[in-house]
C-alpha cells in the first residue's frame, strides 16, 4: 500500500506559477508511474500527467502542455507538478496517484489517492 500527501496548492492570479508536491510513503518499489489528475466542482476528475518510475519518460493532457510539468525525485519518494501560465479554467482540487501502469490516463487505472490540493486561480 502507498501513502500519498499532496502539498502546494493555493490561490495564484491568471498567469501566475504554482508548485505542487507529492511524497509518498510505504511499499513505494511496487509503483510505475505517478501521476496527477484534477477534479474542478461539478466535473469528473481529469487527467493532467504522469511520469514513469525513472522520470525520464513524462506524458500530458493537451490542455497543460507547454505549461505544467511533471518530475520526480526518487530518492525524496517525491513527484511535482509545475504549473505556469496559469488560467481560471485550471482552478481545481489536484490529486496525485500511482500506477503499475505507464502511458494510462484512465482513472480506473491509477490509485492509492492522495487528499488533494486546492488550487484556485483567479482572472
Known amino acids: 500500500q502507498v501513502q500519498l500527501v499532496e502539498s502546494g496548492g493555493g490561490l495564484v492570479q491568471a498567469g501566475g506559477s504554482l508548485r505542487l508536491s507529492c511524497a509518498a510513503s510505504g511499499r513505494t518499489f511496487m509503483t510505475n508511474a505517478m501521476g496527477w489528475f484534477r477534479q474542478a466542482p461539478g466535473k469528473e476528475r481529469e487527467f493532467v500527467a504522469a511520469a514513469s518510475r525513472s522520470g525520464g519518460s513524462t506524458y500530458y493532457a493537451d490542455s497543460v502542455k507547454g505549461r505544467f510539468t511533471i518530475s520526480r525525485d526518487n530518492a525524496k519518494n517525491t513527484v511535482y507538478l509545475q504549473m505556469n501560465s496559469l488560467k481560471p479554467e485550471d482552478t481545481a482540487v489536484y490529486y496525485c496517484?500511482?500506477?503499475?501502469?505507464?502511458?494510462?490516463?484512465?482513472?480506473?487505472?491509477?490509485?492509492?489517492w492522495g487528499q488533494g490540493t486546492q488550487v484556485t486561480v483567479s482572472s
Open positions: 496517484a500511482v500506477s503499475t501502469l505507464y502511458g494510462s490516463s484512465y482513472t480506473a487505472d491509477f490509485g492509492s
